[in-house]
């Protein structure tokens, strides 16, 4: 009887020589892809680079649009008050951490006494140092404002590395309310801000914070106009927008209205005293906790105090890398919401694509751009600047200026503020540096 003779040609080859023809399989297959994915890389990766781009403006572009949209619901038509009766209003808090004279430092903190809210409300000044010359013009504005409970604070709880933290626990210990308005005290803000604020809470219970747009005024540097023009245009026209979209937290913490029973629910004041964006890690921990964030159309107007161009930079630098670690995506993206460099690659890709003159597509993107950002600074302003030629050229030096200040804010880790240096940690968190 004959035996059967199978044809396979693994059989009897040794384990170690099955797992090689194996490997040399997959070795040849990822081989195989990679030179694919080249290829088609090689002939249609432009292609899909300069679809890419357009996207990237035409999104940007919709956020131009969609500030405009805020500015004229919220800012230029005003929300009237609410139709309530004064009981319905709950008692408010005021915060107003001070350290040194600010500009116009009299009528900022005035504003605070002027506010026209139907219930009551207390002002808490809040100050590290008894030789404060801060207190004196506080002293004198309780004097004249008898009938509006305000006190001052003195001393410093040492919590974390950020001072204005340390500076505020004790205002935020003894607060009698549930609501609390931190306000920063070199901001001015309307005398209907308060009220307006509590309405959005009173409306809506979700609503955990209610934060009003930083804008810049009465510049009278280079350094001062240059962070006018960032503050008028681009940082407020994006925050508006940004907020608009509500997918994310961004706010920042020179006006803002919370519960103090919600702060504590997400750690308290004290477990943010280790950042020092602690108004930008707040909003996160009240976004994650559920709470919504809404804004009214008031400003917080500061008078800017920037002295100098180097100081200018130095600013812009030291806060660009502090958001690089506490908001990594956006910040690395940044670059693509900037006039100058989105305007390069979109004139790039509309000449790749479709043969359009790159040197007209760039100008008429960027005269668009300038005419939005002109038109955005009258209508949030309600007036024209002191100067427009010399708000012109700012406007273009802040522009030309946004990259290279960026690419240096990047490579670094460590920022100076107030005189003293700290490293950046990845988790957004800082140590003191000697």
């Known amino acids: 009887m004959g035996t059967a003779t199978h044809n396979n040609s693994g059989a009897g080859l040794p384990d170690s020589a ?39 403006a035409v999104f940007q572009w919709s956020m131009i649009l969609a500030s405009h949209y805020v500015l004229q619901r919220r800012y ?5 008050f609410a139709d ?13 951490p001070l ?44 004097d004249q404002h008898p009938k509006v409970p305000a006190r001052v604070l003195i001393g410093r709880d040492n919590v974390g590395i950020n001072p204005k933290v340390n500076n505020m626990i004790k205002a935020f210990a003894q607060a009698q309310n549930d609501l ?40 009278d540097t280079m350094g001062a106009m240059l962070d006018n023009a960032f503050l008028a245009t681009n940082h407020c026209r994006m925050y508006l927008a940004i907020n608009a979209l509500g997918v994310a937290s961004c706010l920042m913490g020179k006006s803002n209205l919370y519960y103090k029973s919600a702060l504590d629910r997400v750690g308290g004041l004290a477990s943010f005293g280790q950042y020092l964006a602690e108004d930008n890690m707040i909003g996160q921990a009240l976004w994650r906790s559920g709470w919504k964030h809404a804004m009214t159309g ?90 427009w030629l010399w ?4 406007w273009l030096c802040r522009e030309a200026l946004a990259l290279p200040l960026w690419a240096v804010a990047i490579v670094g880790n460590t920022v100076v503020w107030r005189g003293q240096k700290f490293k950046l940690h990845i988790n957004g968190t800082v140590e003191t540096l000697k």
């Open 18 to 56: 099955s797992h090689g023809n194996n490997a040399y399989a997959a070795t040849a297959q990822a081989s195989l892809l990679s030179n694919a994915v080249g290829l088609f890389l090689q002939y249609n990766g432009p292609r899909f680079a300069a679809y890419a781009v357009l996207a990237a």
């Open 76 to 80: 230029v038509t005003k929300r009237p």
């Open 84 to 96: 309530r009766l004064p009981s319905e209003y709950p008692p408010v808090s005021i915060i107003r």
């Open 99 to 142: 350290k040194g004279i600010d500009r116009h430092m009299r009528r900022t903190l005035e504003s605070s006494f002027a506010q026209q809210y139907p219930a009551s409300f207390e002002i808490i000044f809040a100050v590290e140092d008894p030789d404060d010359p801060a207190i004196a013009v506080v002293n004198e504005l309780i």
């Open 180 to 219: 609390l308005w931190i306000c920063d005290s070199n901001v001015y803000t309307d005398c209907g801000t308060l009220r307006r604020s509590v309405d959005l809470m009173l409306d809506d219970r979700r609503v955990g914070v209610v934060h009003h747009v930083v804008f810049s005024e009465s510049p």
């Open 298 to 387: 008031d400003l917080a107007r500061q008078p800017t105090d920037i002295d100098s161009f180097p100081e200018y930079c130095r600013r812009r630098i030291r806060w660009v890398r502090v958001r690089k670690y506490n908001v990594t995506a956006a910040t690395l993206y940044e670059p693509f919401t900037e006039s100058i460099v989105l305007g390069l690659v979109t004139a790039w890709a509309l000449h790749y694509l479709y043969a359009l003159d790159a040197a007209t597509s760039f100008a008429t993107f960027f005269l668009c751009w300038f005419a939005m950002d002109m038109l955005f600074f009258y209508r949030i302003n309600s007036r024209s600047p002191p100067s």
């Open 391 to 394: 708000f012109v050229l700012s």
